[in-house]
């Protein structure tokens, strides 16, 4: 049986959300209280159910190529991501080092995200553009020294993301990768996101990531270092989690920087990410226009 997907995307130029349907999407937004602007207030009030349960008994509005996809989640307050989180990931650095005790995390700008089917942009200061397949989770439930055994519960759902990186600009500085991590439209989210419901949506998903139909990075969260109950607990130790923060659970073995000679990403390329239960991913890549 198929998840329910909701997404937001921008038709007839609005930004909406909605219920994705077979050849279509239900525009919810036009439907339902003013009060949920997006699905980030939905996730807040816990309505995520009622949402679909609308969609499903409501006509198609916009056809598909009748709108454009855009990152589920609106202005999160938070956009955390983790590094180094799956077994072979981690002897990739070839240091010598045993993985580390705790998660390695940055933070991007939502800026730099764009939804699904909408090109990547390879920037012009740099070549080196570089493909992160992730399992995205949102936040539904506020808290602060969360335990793990709880920490399944502040899930709301589930997507998946490209965190696109610009390699060289990751090693412009001696301890953070965040330049290479934030230029504008480098990375994505989406194409939806899917209600969480129960732990086997996470226990053991296959996570691939296809480069023009060829299989670059593939493995299962049941390999990661540190589990999603882990992530969720660690990182509410220093900051509060709120309803529509966004975590990105880390990237398997596979990134094009890892090959000899590295392959890097180029105008015309597809980039697919897939998770099992949640969906696939796609975007092209194109080159930043010149800027005056």
């Known amino acids: ?87 072979d990931r981690n002897e990739e650095y070839r240091d010598g080092q045993a993985a580390p005790g705790n998660p390695s995390l940055f933070v991007r700008f939502l800026r730099s995200f764009v939804g699904h089917d909408v090109p990547l942009t390879r920037p012009n200061a740099s070549h080196q553009f570089d493909y992160e397949g992730e399992i995205v989770f949102v936040i539904g439930k506020p808290g602060r020294h969360i335990p793990e055994s709880d920490a399944l519960g502040h899930i709301s759902a589930l997507s998946i993301a490209n965190e696109g990186t610009i390699r060289d600009w990751v090693r412009h500085a001696k301890f953070n990768v965040t330049q290479g991590k934030t230029f504008d439209g480098t990375g994505s989210i989406g194409p939806w996101i899917v209600p969480y419901t129960s732990e086997d949506q996470l226990a053991d998903v296959r996570l691939t990531t296809r480069v023009n139909g060829e299989v670059r990075q593939d493995d299962r969260t049941s390999r990661m270092i540190f589990s999603f109950r882990k992530l ?61």
């Not at 049986?1 to 525009?27: H, I, N, W």
């Not at 036009?30 to 602007?37: E, I, K, M, N, S």
């Open 1 to 87: 049986m198929s998840q329910p997907k909701l997404c937001t995307f921008f038709a007839e130029g609005k930004v909406r959300y909605g219920l994705v349907r077979p050849g279509g999407v239900v525009d919810l937004s036009a439907r339902l209280d003013a009060r949920w602007r997006g699905l980030k207030e939905a996730i807040a009030d816990t309505v995520l159910n009622q949402f679909v349960e609308a969609g499903g008994r409501l006509p198609i509005d916009f056809s598909d190529g009748e709108f454009r996809f855009l990152p589920p989640i609106q202005a999160p307050e938070k956009i955390i991501c983790v590094g180094v989180n799956y077994p």
């Open 232 to 292: 969720i607990s660690y990182i509410s130790t220093f900051t509060t989690l709120v309803p529509g923060d966004v975590i990105l659970s880390g990237t398997p073995t596979g990134a094009g920087a890892r090959f000899d000679p590295p392959r890097w990403l180029v105008p015309g390329d597809i980039v697919e990410v897939e998770a099992e239960g949640i969906g696939t991913l796609r975007n092209g890549i194109v080159d930043e226009l010149n800027q005056p």
